[in-house]
């Protein structure tokens, strides 16, 4: 399965090349390989060419003379057009940090026929997002797009975790940057509202509140069938990414992004960091499958609750019903 990559100023164009190019791979992850990317970038995002450059050389030296001439991995092929890239793989990853970039880069590959993964977020308005998801549609095409936090063992483990039952409600925290570049502001609290998701089980929001002050963003958002979920993003202090999980055999807090589910309460930090793993996981399944573990309409809730939140700011916290952005032809 040859895998290309279009921009990579994201890290995560260096973080799933690890998994997908490793030598010797064995399970969903043998087969795989990333031959190619388009190192594009963008002009007016910040440190996009610096981080282009950064990745692009940890990318051409990866699994490079190693040690062990057995454990050699060809080396990924770089070309200068789109239509370059296309012709040599079976599916792409765009991971250009400009979330701006992503329609304009997505159509031709959607066009093209080839599977592709958008990593987060998958635009940078509710406009693109949709039109993004409607050509998928269309071409009939598989892609999906994810934030890692999605997928952390800590998070997706509290869904019928033992000791918290069937989740009622779930409190999500996690950072808010006031400094976030212009093309980032839309989607900043895009990490914790997918976890928020994942814990709750998946869409079903209909209305949603936000205050706003100098040191906390706070979502609220009611499910049809009157669960709550909330979404603190801290602007000021310290900062973590997990949850409290309420449930109908107790409370517990969440693990933490890249560790274990907790126990009795515990949080584990001391066990095995996974890290980007479990999304590179299931990019892995997805590439062999065509199957997105993620639907369409659920991406576009989330988009929805972001866009009621920013309307719900605007109006002074004011209840904000959720557009239906995913209507099928």
């Not at 060419?49 to 990866?62: E, F, I, R, V, Y």
């Not at 409370?251 to 479990?278: M, Q, R």
Request: hydrophobic share 40%; net charge neutral.
């Amino acid at each position: 399965m040859r895998i290309g990559i279009l921009g990579i100023d994201n890290y995560g164009s260096v973080a799933y090349t690890e998994f997908l190019n490793k030598p010797h791979a064995t399970g969903v992850f043998e087969g795989m390989r990333v031959v190619a990317a388009y190192p594009v970038g963008s002009d007016d995002y910040p440190d996009s060419a610096k981080l282009g450059a950064q990745w692009k050389d940890q990318l051409s030296k990866m699994y490079q003379n190693p040690k062990d001439p057995q454990d050699a991995v060809p080396p990924i092929e770089w070309v200068d057009s789109l239509d370059a890239l296309l012709s040599k793989v079976d599916g792409v990853m765009i991971f250009s940090l400009d979330a701006r970039l992503h329609l304009k880069q997505a159509e031709p590959v959607l066009r093209a026929g080839k599977k592709l993964f958008i990593g987060r977020p998958l635009a940078s308005s509710p406009e693109d997002a949709v039109a993004i998801m409607q050509l998928a549609a269309e071409t009939k095409t598989p892609c999906w797009s994810s934030s890692q936090h999605r997928f952390s063992t800590g998070f997706a483990g509290m869904v019928n975790h033992p000791e918290v039952g069937n989740v009622l409600g779930c409190d999500v925290y996690g950072g808010w940057d006031p400094k976030a570049p212009d093309a980032d502001k839309f989607w900043r609290p895009l990490h914790s509202l997918e976890t928020l998701y994942t814990i709750m089980g998946g869409p079903g929001v209909v209305s949603v509140t936000c205050a706003s002050t100098p040191t906390t963003e706070s979502i609220t958002a009611t499910w049809k069938d009157g669960r709550i979920g909330t979404y603190r993003g801290i602007k000021e202090g310290a900062v973590k990414y997990s949850a409290t999980v309420f449930g109908d055999k107790g409370v517990s807090t969440a693990g933490i992004y890249g560790h274990g589910i907790p126990v009795k309460g515990v949080v584990p930090t001391n066990d095995e960091y996974v890290g980007y793993k479990p999304l590179a996981t299931e990019i892995a399944k997805f590439f062999k499958t065509g199957q997105a573990p993620v639907t369409p309409a659920e991406t576009l809730e989330i988009f929805a609750l972001m866009q009621a939140a920013e309307e719900s700011k605007a109006r002074n916290g004011a209840v904000v019903s959720l557009k239906n952005l995913w209507k099928t032809k």
